[in-house]
């Protein structure tokens, strides 16, 4: 299964000099697999351990001065070194005793280890992160997915189109809007992704889906009290009820009667640090005057959105991914309504965007005007509407020019195809990722 992180970590082996790679994200989106596959097939010799299920080996390899750091891993695993650089690969770094010791050791061994550390949990390593790269894996996006299931001649379709905003010829255009409905139902979990690879089929999707559902309710349990767990467990799953209404703002109404914010704000910054959820903060005015502070990052470095950059109290939640959110609703509910596809689709464009990098955040104005996503492209605030059909009038963009003159150009991204007008893009919903 191809990843496009992988061109990342080839990039970061013939660099010089030689940072760790912290890798980061949710349970289930692959990153030991990534790190593994990586280390087989561009390393001769390699070193995997795993703090979840042998926490004791820090105590047994890490208490040790940095210079010896090298000599009792390679001890330790047999590892002769000859064959050139050994790549150490440290599963859920942060389930360590103490993680941060380990990092600013292994970022001073000597030359021929090479590191990467897999966290599954947000934590602070503000200290160390000179001595580091933090990449982020999300589930595959509609690229990957095209390039996993054989349809990658595609990629180049869209892209091209996407750079020269020509319309794709109608029988394309609608091919591709039927894979997208096909990765909407599956989502970008390699667990239901390998599932559909395997049987050609989506009749045991939703089952990989709950799976993984409950391996995430299971491991909440695990590493909370029983109080946490209860309130964790809660909002969690309320995200799709939050997705469902027309208003698709966070309400905490939704979780119980008399919930607040102070009741709550434990078990959300959890979901964020857990990567499970992916917020989408109000946009403020102020914010505007301080868009150079908020450069679009490269493909892979870590994800301000899921880590919850701006506490602004109206915001939006959307799940970590779409496959999960669609079978979710669907098991509930038997079909999906279209006035639920709006929020799909959002979701959807939410996780494709924070993959991608970008921190996340919507307007609405007093008339109750609003726009699904502002993002910051090329040093520029760019508002996005979502719709889930061909229907993209609407007055929302108008109304922010009209309040942010400054902002100039827009991107509406529905099930049309590419266009350009009055300096409005317009994207199809296959195409996000080239955003």
């Given at each position: 299964?191809?990843?496009?992180?992988?061109?990342?970590?080839?990039?970061?082996?013939?660099?010089?000099?030689?940072?760790?790679?912290?890798?980061?994200?949710?349970?289930?989106?692959?990153?030991?697999?990534?790190?593994?596959?990586?280390?087989?097939?561009?390393?001769?010799?390699?070193?995997?351990?795993?703090?979840?299920?042998?926490?004791?080996?820090?105590?047994?390899?890490?208490?040790?001065?940095?210079?010896?750091?090298?000599?009792?891993?390679?001890?330790?695993?047999?590892?002769?070194?000859?064959?050139?650089?050994?790549?150490?690969?440290l599963d859920e770094i942060t389930l360590c005793p103490d993680f941060r010791k380990?990092?600013?050791?292994?970022?001073?061994?000597?030359?021929?280890?090479?590191?990467?550390?897999?966290?599954?949990?947000?934590?602070?390593?503000?200290?160390?992160?000179?001595?580091?790269?933090?990449?982020?894996?999300?589930?595959?996006?509609?690229?990957?997915?095209?390039?996993?299931?054989?349809?990658?001649?595609?990629?180049?379709?869209?892209?091209?189109?996407?750079?020269?905003?020509?319309?794709?010829?109608?029988?394309?255009?609608?091919?591709?809007?039927?894979?997208?409905?096909?990765?909407?139902?599956?989502?970008?979990?390699?667990?239901?992704?390998?599932?559909?690879?395997?049987?050609?089929?989506?009749?045991?999707?939703?089952?990989?889906?709950?799976?993984?559902?409950?391996?995430?309710?299971?491991?909440?349990?695990?590493?909370?009290?029983?109080?946490?767990?209860?309130?964790?467990?809660?909002?969690?799953?309320?995200?799709?009820?939050?997705?469902?209404?027309?208003?698709?703002?966070?309400?905490?109404?939704?979780?119980?009667?008399?919930?607040?914010?102070?009741?709550?704000?434990?078990?959300?910054?959890?979901?964020?640090?857990?990567?499970?959820?992916?917020?989408?903060?109000?946009?403020?005015?102020?914010?505007?005057?301080?868009?150079?502070?908020?450069?679009?990052?490269?493909?892979?470095?870590?994800?301000?959105?899921?880590?919850?950059?701006?506490?602004?109290?109206?915001?939006?939640?959307?799940?970590?991914?779409?496959?999960?959110?669609?079978?979710?609703?669907?098991?509930?509910?038997?079909?999906?309504?279209?006035?639920?596809?709006?929020?799909?689709?959002?979701?959807?464009?939410?996780?494709?965007?924070?993959?991608?990098?970008?921190?996340?955040?919507?307007?609405?104005?007093?008339?109750?005007?609003?726009?699904?996503?502002?993002?910051?492209?090329?040093?520029?605030?760019?508002?996005?509407?979502?719709?889930?059909?061909?229907?993209?009038?609407?007055?929302?963009?108008?109304?922010?020019?009209?309040?942010?003159?400054?902002?100039?150009?827009?991107?509406?991204?529905?099930?049309?195809?590419?266009?350009?007008?009055?300096?409005?893009?317009?994207?199809?919903?296959?195409?996000?990722?080239?955003?």
């Open positions: 299964m191809k990843r496009k992180l992988i061109n990342k970590l080839l990039d970061w082996k013939e660099s010089s000099p030689k940072k760790l790679i912290l890798l980061t994200g949710g349970r289930g989106v692959g990153k030991t697999y990534l790190a593994y596959d990586f280390a087989k097939s561009f390393y001769t010799e390699f070193i995997y351990i795993n703090f979840e299920t042998e926490p004791s080996l820090y105590d047994l390899l890490f208490k040790t001065a940095p210079l010896q750091t090298e000599t009792v891993l390679k001890d330790y695993f047999h590892i002769s070194g000859a064959a050139g650089p050994v790549l150490v690969i380990v990092i600013n050791l292994l970022s001073k061994a000597g030359t021929l280890l090479h590191t990467i550390a897999i966290s599954s949990f947000f934590a602070d390593t503000c200290e160390y992160e000179d001595n580091f790269i933090q990449l982020h894996l999300s589930p595959l996006d509609f690229e990957e997915f095209l390039i996993t299931t054989g349809n990658e001649w595609y990629i180049e379709v869209i892209t091209e189109h996407y750079s020269s905003n020509a319309k794709i010829p109608d029988i394309v255009h609608k091919e591709l809007l039927t894979l997208f409905e096909l990765y909407l139902q599956i989502g970008g979990m390699p667990l239901a992704v390998n599932e559909f690879i395997n049987t050609g089929s989506t009749l045991n999707i939703s089952e990989q889906h709950r799976i993984l559902l409950n391996s995430y309710i299971s491991d909440i349990y695990k590493n909370n009290s029983e109080g946490d767990f209860l309130k964790i467990s809660q909002v969690f799953n309320t995200i799709d009820k939050q997705l469902c209404k027309e208003n698709h703002k966070f309400q905490y109404k939704l979780i119980r009667k008399g919930a607040t914010h102070g009741l709550y704000a434990h078990a959300l910054q959890y979901i964020k640090n857990s990567y499970y959820g992916i917020r989408c903060s109000k946009f403020e005015e102020g914010q505007l005057n301080h868009r150079n502070e908020k450069e679009h990052p490269a493909q892979g470095t870590v994800l301000p959105s899921f880590i919850g950059d701006n506490p602004h109290p109206c915001f939006k939640l959307y799940m970590m991914d779409i496959g999960m959110l669609y079978s979710t609703i669907k098991t509930q509910h038997a079909i999906i309504k279209e006035q639920w596809k709006k929020g799909l689709i959002e979701n959807y464009v939410a996780q494709c965007l924070a993959a991608i990098g970008y921190p996340l955040y919507f307007w609405e104005s007093d008339s109750q005007s609003k726009i699904d996503f502002i993002i910051c492209k090329d040093n520029q605030i760019l508002p996005i509407e979502v719709k889930a059909d061909e229907n993209t009038r609407s007055r929302n963009v108008s109304i922010f020019r009209t309040k942010y003159q400054s902002v100039t150009d827009s991107v509406k991204i529905s099930t049309r195809n590419f266009d350009y007008v009055n300096h409005v893009k317009y994207v199809p919903i296959y195409a996000v990722f080239c955003l």
